[in-house]
């Protein structure tokens, strides 16, 4: 049977840049638009040209993307002509392969904050599809706060989006702009809708404010709609769009809609989601979402020893689908609470070969346990969990020893008469048998203790090169009778790769140093570099 086309557009650029605390610069938005464009996203939607000088700027140019580049507007002003509508004419210049109205399609908001009828509504939505098409434009239209207008009147409703269907528009879009809308609302009413326009013009776009913008985008589908309206990792004012990052997967992994339906993700664009979502957050300079679903890092990750065994067996026992399949991966969390079968699972996973009867393998469970009781958490901690491992099982070199490091912390004022407070980081290293020295200044003690530490590691420098921090935390804990610190710092590397080490101590600044040894000495062993 021949699978049905679905179509995914994303609306990052433009709807996700509402989020509270995101300012996309041109450059992200080019990044961003480039990223979506080989995950094979049908539509990348790049903002509203006229509205601010970066989304005109990015608009000024033919970006040369496979995806259909998309811009956003408003149709044309009530009592103006198209003709005579600065805002239509700056939207219909932008260089773009379609263009997306925003129209009203609920009678109270063409009342109260348009302020005008419901005649001219409609004469408006026809007046600026037809302008469009007329200019050789794909043109969408999203029916603004769809779902309320119809539950308060249907037929205006049905009327604006209809209007756009028989002027040509191809893709007729119904927004839950107020996001609460519920999943069996949402499958009655796009069904409705679905027997006035096909529902290979129908498109959903679903916002998060009931936790059911993804169920909601679903509901849509199984009622008629052909195209999903979302943005990566949920971005978007209030509580975010539809979760592209989560529907893509479910989409292409799940039979019921597997079987039914086609995207234009590959099997090979699948295993770069993880990438690509967490790529995004790296921009956003935020810490990834760990329980993100089919992406997260705790997505597949198991803690019970009972669990573990049984993933070991089989994973298909403990996991809804393939880790691999989203570019994610296994994870058996090694704790205190967990068995032997557990420490075996990741021994496993990170490619260490032992006997199960092993006297290295107890040994190796037992210092796991006396450190995390003084304070270490190596389930938060996969790669100093693996030099422990290493270091238990087999031999991790000794590539390098720090001899002595000194921070110091000074408040002053600087030659403008502020007072600044500067951190300064002097690092001894020996490596071979030379001996080298760096210093540096940091934004405080613990940046300048690393930039002093990975300034120079003479012939190892040219492995941590690419190596960055991308989160670091602190918490203080009360083992025993006085508080410890504990530090957990996440780095990444050139390809992507993501890893997290872990220190502890009463000492911050010492806590910090082992967790930024252990990040270092653990992207040497990953590459492979010579003893
Ligand atoms: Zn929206």
Known sequence: MARER???????????????????TLADKLAIARMLDELGIDYVEGGYPGANPTDTELFSADRKLGTTFTAFGMTRRPGRSASNDP??????????????????????????????????????????????KARGKEVLLDCEHFFDGYKANPEFA????????????????????????????????????????????????????????????????????????????????????????????????????????ETGISEGALRKLAQVSHALDE?????????????????????????????????????HVAPESVGNKRKVLVSEQAGKSNVLAELERIGIKVDKNDPRVARLLEVVKERETIGYAYEAADASF???ARRTLGRVPDYFEVTQFDVNVEQRFNAKGEQVTVAMAVVKVKVGDDSLISAAEGNGPVNALDQALRKDLGKYQK?????????????????????????????????????????V?????????????????????KSGAPA
């Open 6 to 24: 679905l179509y995914l557009f994303d609306t990052t650029l433009r709807d996700g840049a509402q989020t509270n605390g995101v300012d996309f």
């Open 87 to 132: 805002g239509l004419a700056a939207l219909l210049e932008a260089k773009a392969d379609a263009i997306c109205f925003v129209a009203k399609s609920w009678d109270y908001h063409v009342r109260v904050a348009l302020e005008t009828t419901e005649e001219e509504n409609i004469a408006s939505i026809r007046d600026s599809v037809r302008a469009a």
């Open 158 to 261: 049905l009327a604006c989006a209809k209007a756009a269907y028989e002027e040509g528009a191809r893709w007729v879009v119904l927004c839950d702009t107020n996001g609460g809308t519920l999943p069996h609302e949402v499958e009655r009413i796009v069904g409705a809708v679905c027997k006035a326009i096909p529902g290979d013009h129908v498109g959903i776009h679903a916002h998060n404010d009931t936790e059911q913008a993804v169920a909601n985008s679903f509901a849509a589908v199984l009622a008629g709609a052909r195209q999903i309206q979302g943005t990566l990792n949920g971005l978007g004012e209030r509580c975010g769009n539809a979760n592209l990052v989560s529907i893509i997967p479910t989409l292409k992994l799940k039979p019921e809609f597997a079987d039914r339906f």
């Open 283 to 319: 921009r956003l300079n935020r810490a990834p979402n760990r329980h993100a679903p089919y992406v997260g890092e705790s997505a597949f990750a198991t803690k019970a020893g009972i669990h573990a065994s049984a993933i070991l067996k089989d994973p298909a026992t403990y996991e």
């Open 386 to 388: 693996e030099l422990l």
């Open 463 to 503: 492995f941590i090169e690419g190596l960055t921090l991308t989160d670091y935390r602190v918490r203080i804990l009360n083992a025993g009778t006085e508080a410890v610190t504990r530090v957990l710092i996440e780095s990444e590397d050139e390809n992507g790769e993501r890893w997290t080490t872990v220190g």
């Open 505 to 525: 101590s009463p000492n911050i600044i010492d806590a910090s140093f082992q967790a930024l040894m252990d990040s270092v000495i653990f992207k040497l062993v």
